[in-house]
């Protein structure tokens, strides 16, 4: 808690006072007070500024405006403390108008029967603070109209007399003692420009709760300075930090966490390490995983980098989309588009990589062309795996973009197009992406005899509850025994008419009525409420076909109960006459 002395110097535009404790009037032009008299009752010292005064008034001074308030023959609070006399001195600026003085003294007298005893309250210096009571600066500044404009007022809260007898526990009589002058002997201005605090704090209890702490204050080259500065430290984590070595509380926020982290590893303390890393856990989400992934390799936090990029690969499209993904270094962009297990088709790693491109381009204050932008991407263009895409979304993307060499270009259409392959120079391994357990619905209730092909495709338009990826499809074979057949299997944006998964190859069917797997050369990520179309185009003799089909089939995982719901309807054009009541594509083979 801040002083209202700090509060009224900001006010002022002035700094705080430096004066230390038990100054006298030597060092400083502020009215010294001393207790004296058995009931403690306050009487002023000698000094330029003061002339004698009784119990129960003030008198005007020479150089300066001695006011006090209240009654200073003090009496026993009902709380076992005594009361106390706030006194408020302004003195005028005569050395520099330019900066105010920060002189100012207090009067407090209390007396009350401890132990049989009766004990005086000590003077306060000008950094004095307490939770007892304080008194606004608004209200003393209107309460002195005729004040000069140059003066300083400084106003104290009321100290505490015997604070100690209202905690019952250590961990009160500590929590009291956060962000208290009380006893303080070491200050911390942290922060920088502006922004910088004036924190109290108590060397033991530090020593006591961080090892840095205690290497600063008793080791073998030990400070002895009562300031000190912590630039690189955010004030508000720095009072997070001193709170919970304090009082074992936590006070860490969404704008806080990664400074508190910061601040808990530069001292050393690990409990308050955990509590950060648990709190970003629970607050990890798609949008914001890739700046957890930055900071946790930036912090060496290996358990949350491994979470955020298990989040990445469950969430690959919603995290590429975050605002943060352009913010990353080429590190954590490397070590992501090395994963086998990110859920996204590759020409939209592509589409991301040249955003982060463009957005480094930026960083290094150079223009974001072609070039540049393959210079940028350094050995995270290498990652991208071209081969995977069809030559559709090849060529209307990166062999487009110019940010691949020509004889690249060349090298991956031919691997598009021809056979044997080529051998091109980014990794063709698809991307394993699916968990759990492979699932499958089938849309028919009944099987029946001779379906023809002519070379036209069976088609059937479907859509989905909930995000899936299709890795193949289950067909019909032949009614004839033992065949081969040739086939091309085809996933298609409605929409957009897009191919966005296909393959080309054979299966063999050994003449029951049974349906046969034939599958993707990888995942087709397939959205929620939106139109695709399965296709299959086969070359051989009739086969089986189904019958009774189901407009909407529904797939319940045993172990969560999560449904996911099919919608089957009818592909216009030439689909071979395959609908939604009989055809072929009995079956669609997936991962949730």
Not at 544 to 551: A, P, S
Not at 585 to 590: A, Q, T
């Amino acid at each position: 808690m801040r002083c209202c002395v700090c509060l009224f110097q900001q006010s002022l535009q002035c700094s705080p006072s430096k004066m230390a404790a038990g100054e006298s009037s030597s060092r400083s032009p502020c009215l010294n007070f001393s207790t004296s008299g058995p009931l403690g009752n306050a009487q002023p010292s000698n000094s330029a500024h003061s002339s004698p005064a009784s119990n129960g008034g003030s008198v005007g001074t020479t150089g300066g405006v001695n006011r006090t308030v209240g009654n200073s023959n003090p009496q026993v609070g009902p709380d076992g403390g005594g009361g106390a006399d706030i006194a408020v001195r302004i003195t005028p600026n005569t050395q520099n108008s330019s900066r105010p003085s920060a002189n100012a003294s207090v009067v407090h007298a209390a007396s009350a029967p401890v132990g049989g005893a009766t004990a005086a309250a000590s003077n306060m210096t000008a950094t004095s603070t307490s939770t007892a009571s304080s008194v606004d600066a608004s209200a003393v500044s209107s309460s002195l109209p005729n004040s000069p404009a140059s003066a300083s007022v400084l106003v104290y809260r009321e100290p505490v007399y015997n604070w100690q007898a209202t905690k019952s526990t250590v961990k009160e009589r500590f929590a009291f003692l956060f962000n208290n002058e009380v006893l303080s002997d070491v200050h911390f201005l942290v922060g920088k420009g502006m922004g910088v605090q004036r924190i109290p704090a108590h060397r033991f209890a530090l020593a006591v709760g961080s090892a840095v702490f205690d290497a600063m204050f008793n080791g073998g080259m030990a400070t002895t300075s009562t300031e000190i500065e912590l630039p690189d430290v955010e004030p508000a984590a720095f009072l997070a930090l001193l709170k919970f070595l304090y009082s074992d509380e936590v006070q860490i926020g969404p704008e806080t966490v990664m400074t508190t982290l910061y601040t808990a590893k530069k001292y050393a303390v690990p409990a308050l390490e955990t509590h950060c890393v648990e709190f970003l856990k629970k607050n990890l989400r798609a949008d914001n995983a890739f700046m957890l992934l930055t900071q946790a390799r930036l912090f060496d936090e290996p358990q949350l980098a491994s979470l955020c990029l298990e989040n990445i690969d469950k969430n690959t499209a919603d995290a590429l989309a975050a605002e943060g993904f352009t913010d990353i270094d080429l590190d954590t962009l490397v070590a992501v588009l090395e994963r086998d297990t990110l859920g996204v088709r590759e020409v939209r790693l592509f589409a991301a990589a040249v955003r982060w491109a463009e957005a480094e381009s930026q960083r290094q204050q150079i223009q974001p062309t072609p070039e540049n932008k393959r210079k940028v991407l350094g050995k995270a263009l290498n990652l991208i795996r071209f081969p995977l895409m069809t030559i559709e979304e090849f060529a209307a993307g990166p062999a487009q973009s110019g940010i691949l060499t020509d004889r690249e270009v060349v090298s991956l259409f031919l691997h598009f197009t021809v056979n044997p392959k080529p051998h091109v120079e980014f990794i063709d391994r698809p991307r394993c992406c699916l968990r759990g357990k492979e699932c499958s619905i089938t849309r028919f209730g009944q099987v029946e005899s001779r379906w023809g092909y002519s070379g036209t495709s069976d088609r059937i338009r479907f859509s989905v509850n909930r995000r899936i990826f299709v890795v193949g499809f289950g067909l019909y074979g032949s009614i004839h025994g033992p065949t081969d057949y040739q086939v091309n299997i085809q996933i298609i944006h409605t929409d957009s008419n897009t191919v966005l998964g296909q393959n080309d190859t054979g299966f063999s069917c050994d003449g029951s009525a049974s349906t046969f797997r034939v599958m993707f050369k990888e995942p087709v990520e397939i959205l929620p409420s939106v139109n695709y179309i399965a296709c299959a185009t086969l070359k051989g003799p009739d086969s089986h076909y189904g019958t009774k089909g189901m407009r909407k089939v529904t797939y319940e995982a045993p172990a969560t109960g999560t449904k996911t719901c099919f919608t089957f309807c009818y592909a216009a054009g030439n689909n071979n006459g395959t609908s939604v009541e009989d055809g072929q594509i009995p079956e669609i083979i997936f991962y949730t």
